[in-house]
């Protein structure tokens, strides 16, 4: 009985494992929406890529106090730090904060600054894909302080697992 349990923990170990490792590639919808990209170093550290497009829906003001939408594009990279305190019965369900920047493009602007993403992933057990909801502090820094959020909902496939 001691050898079935023991196999078992060490087969559900080693699938936990699995999304740790590897390229993942997928879409983030929300504010902004696009492209996400992460790379697990192992099992509580990672890096997260966004190149995403806001639609529209974020309002700016421009220099003369008027209010206006804006088509941008956002380029973002984080250092994330995953913790697995939340116990499913099925794959895993880390939670995640983080520390990056991201630089804004469109409408001839040109914004710069930190970004602090927290958010909750589900690594499916046995798959190649999880999903993931996050929400991030972003504070434009350049040309002026503008705090604000950035969030959305996605999911990413990850390449060369089985």
Same mark, same amino acid.
């Given at each position: ?8 923990? @060490? ?22 929406? %696009? ?23 974020? $309002? ?27 116990? @499913?019965?099925? +794959? ?8 990056? %920047? $991201?630089?804004?493009? +469109?409408?001839?602007?040109? $914004?710069?600054?930190? $970004? @602090? ?8 057990? %046995?798959?190649? @894909? ?33």
């Amino acid at each position: 009985m001691k050898k079935i349990l023991l196999i078992l923990v @060490v087969i559900s170990f080693s699938v936990l494992q699995a999304h740790n490792t590897g390229f993942g590639l997928g879409l983030i919808l929300g504010a902004p929406s %696009g492209l996400d990209a992460r790379i697990y170093l192992n099992k509580k550290n990672s890096l997260n890529f966004i190149a995403a497009w806001d639609l529209g829906v974020n $309002r700016y003001k421009d220099k003369d106090g008027n209010l206006y939408t804006a088509d941008m594009l956002h380029l973002s990279f984080d250092f994330d730090f995953q913790y697995y305190h939340i116990k @499913v019965k099925k +794959g895993a369900m880390p939670w995640y904060w983080g520390l990056g %920047g $991201r630089i804004v493009i +469109g409408n001839d602007r040109f $914004r710069i600054g930190p $970004r @602090v993403p927290a958010g909750l992933i589900y690594q499916f057990a %046995g798959a190649t @894909v999880e999903l993931f909801t996050e929400l991030a502090l972003v504070v434009d820094m350049v040309p002026g302080f503008y705090p604000g959020f950035n969030g959305g909902i996605g999911f990413r496939y990850f390449f060369g697992q089985k």
